[in-house]
């Protein structure tokens, strides 16, 4: 497994995850958790190792090894913003300035195909939707201000 380029990452399209791929986006889920681990990372999308697809993994806050987020949906935002610095693991070393609203409401389908409804705040707010935007082609490098 490796990182795509940020030019194949930045302005891609991803497709939902099809119910019936769930065996094999959890199988991918697995080695995405170990590339996560192994490079430091808090949170991995699909996108940025090559699978155009709407799925991603992020540190688990619940106490489980890590959270699969497949088909996610932001419902609604606070109209508090933080300014955070984030790294990615697209741009190794670099860290950038983001703005992003401090709660988010939000649903997704969990590795079980179980939909999920919850509201996340703090850090698992904050990687959440940074996730979230590679799914949709954004990238800090786009959404924030370079350090």
């Known amino acids: ?4 380029e ?18 094999d986006t959890v199988k991918t889920a697995e080695e995405m958790y170990e590339f996560m681990i192994i490079n430091r990372g808090a949170g991995l999308a699909a996108p940025q190792i090559g699978i155009f697809r709407t799925f991603f993994i992020m540190k ?6 890590y959270q699969l987020i497949i088909n996610p949906e932001i419902h609604k935002v606070s109209d508090k913003l933080g300014s955070y610095k984030e790294l990615c693991l697209t741009y190794p070393g ?3 300035t ?7 409401r939000a649903s997704w389908t969990n590795y079980d195909g179980i939909r999920v409804y919850r509201k996340l705040t703090g850090q698992e707010g904050q990687i959440f939707q940074h996730e979230s935007d590679h799914l949709i082609g954004l990238t800090i490098m786009k959404k924030g201000k370079n350090e």
């Open 6 to 23: 940020p030019s194949k990452v930045e302005g891609c399209k991803c497709k939902a995850v099809s119910m019936k791929n769930l065996a």
């Open 1 to 4: 497994m490796k990182l795509s």
């Open 98 to 104: 983001v703005k992003r609203p401090k709660q988010v």
């Open 60 to 65: 688990d806050f619940q106490g489980a090894k």
């Open 94 to 96: 670099e860290y950038v």
